[in-house]
């Protein structure tokens, strides 16, 4: 909420913030992992009321895969390949259907997945909404996404620490794993 809060201009009011992510599953070397996550979503529902969690899954594949440096007799390996799935078309179709029900006045995109430019350009031309997008880590934005939105952030180291969830959450006893 906070780091919104700080993108946002003061006249904007929040009113939801949907985050589309998969169930993780546990790992030899991390079998914690679902328990983390499970973790950090009730302190986000906990903390935040405005707070909404929509699922895609994940699908886990072996294929085979060339090397980047093939030696005699070896091209490819085998390779145990990871995919979020669902999330990026889940967060496209929410775009544009709080759209059209005039959900939002702005939109506020935290991602650089280029696959949701359809939905912005829509969003966009049909439904005149304004659209932020907030690129996470040091990459640069999309410039599919670029074109379809209104402005743009980086989400700096600084700012991501100065809006932490507080540990404990107020109200509850869920702190903070060492690992989220």
């Not at 990871?82 to 939109?107: I, P, Q």
């Not at 659209?131 to 040091?138: F, R, S, V, W």
């Not at 640069?140 to 989400?155: E, G, N, T, V, Y």
Request: glycine residues 4%; aromatic residues 6%.
């Amino acid at each position: 909420m906070a780091l919104f809060r700080a993108v946002l201009q003061g006249h904007h009011r929040i009113e939801c913030i949907k985050y589309f992510t998969a169930r993780v599953t546990a790992t030899p070397d991390d079998p914690s992992k679902p328990q983390r996550q499970d973790v950090y979503l009730r302190a986000l529902r906990n903390h935040v009321p405005e707070f909404e969690v929509h699922f895609g899954h994940f699908l886990t594949h072996r294929v085979r895969a060339p090397l980047a440096k093939p030696t005699e007799g070896k091209r490819f390996v085998e390779i145990i390949k990871t995919e979020e799935k669902g999330s990026d078309v889940n967060l496209a179709v929410h775009l544009l259907n709080d759209a059209w029900l005039d959900r939002y006045d702005c939109a506020i995109i935290v991602s650089n997945d280029s696959d949701l430019a359809e939905s912005m350009r829509l969003v966009k031309e049909h439904g005149g909404k304004t659209i932020g997008l907030i690129t996470p880590g040091k990459s640069h934005p999309s410039r599919q996404l670029l074109k379809h939105s209104d402005f743009a952030r980086h989400i700096r180291a600084s700012a991501l620490r100065s809006c932490q969830l507080p540990s404990p959450i107020p109200g509850t006893n869920i702190r903070k794993p060492d690992h989220w």
